[in-house]
């Protein structure tokens, strides 16, 4: 499983075909979100899994890093080889740096 930062994510420019999956619970995406994420709590982004592989990248973000650790594990485990953890650091991040989001 390939593991980036929330800096290295930040720093990248995403196509039309890459999806940021925010697998926070609903209440802590609506508080704040990377622009553009999509949301789907962690124990549920096995009901997703047919859809996410329509994308060339997923990157799998949460607050710290834990539960997209798991998200990602469980996408790669229903066949999924376009999963990306961002794993180091996450919206906690995102939002002490000031970044944009919705």
């Given at each position: ?36 994420a ?44 376009n ?5 180091d ?14």
């Amino acid at each position: 499983m390939e593991i980036i930062s929330i800096d290295e994510l930040h720093d990248k420019t995403l196509g039309s075909d890459e999806l940021v999956l925010d697998v926070r619970s609903a209440d802590e995406f609506e508080s704040g979100h990377i622009k553009g994420a999509r949301n789907q709590p962690h124990e549920e982004v096995s009901d997703i899994a047919g859809e996410l592989k329509q994308y060339k990248t997923v990157y799998v973000h949460c607050k710290m890093g834990g539960r997209a650790k798991m998200a990602s594990e469980t996408l790669e485990g229903a066949g999924l080889s376009n999963v990306v953890c961002v794993g180091d650091g996450g919206m906690q991040r995102w939002m002490d740096m000031g970044w944009d989001s919705e």
